[in-house]
């Protein structure tokens, strides 16, 4: 995969990445504060559209209504997650499409990553919502 510059990505960068998005994956699907809180900066937001304006959720409120709601997984619903895209422009930005699914919503997921002293983290999320009966 190459960067901004057309120069191939270490592979290491990519694995890295990826590894970040499954903790994700697997802090969504299981409710699992403490996973999201791995993947997630701590100064991160969510963002959606909402009523023709844009909603901001900050992490730890976001955190709260994850507290809040039954898994998906112990309520043994299917699990469908998967990285669409990955764009990376340099050693410490990237751009992650994904989709995912707590039915009966389904998800499309911008995750914007930085490099951290901490490692690749997630710093924002742009996301759309589609409920399917």
């Known amino acids: 995969m190459p960067d901004a510059s057309g ?21 969504l699907y299981e409710g699992s504060v403490e996973k999201l809180a791995t993947a997630f900066h701590p100064v991160s937001h969510l963002y ?3 009523d023709g304006g844009v909603l901001d959720v900050p992490r730890e409120q976001w955190f709260e209504a994850v507290r809040k709601r039954e898994s998906a997984a112990s309520k043994g619903l299917p699990r469908d997650d998967r990285i669409l895209m990955m764009d990376i422009s340099g050693p410490e930005t990237a751009l992650v499409k994904v989709a995912c699914q707590l039915p009966p919503r389904y998800f499309t997921d911008y995750l914007v990553l930085n490099r951290t002293s901490d490692g690749w983290k997630i710093v924002s999320k742009v996301y759309r919502a589609e409920v399917r009966e």
Do not use: H, L, N, W
């Open 48 to 50: 959606c559209e909402k």
């Open 7 to 27: 120069r191939p990505m270490a592979a290491s960068t990519v694995a890295e990445i990826e590894a970040v998005i499954q903790t994700y994956f697997d802090g």
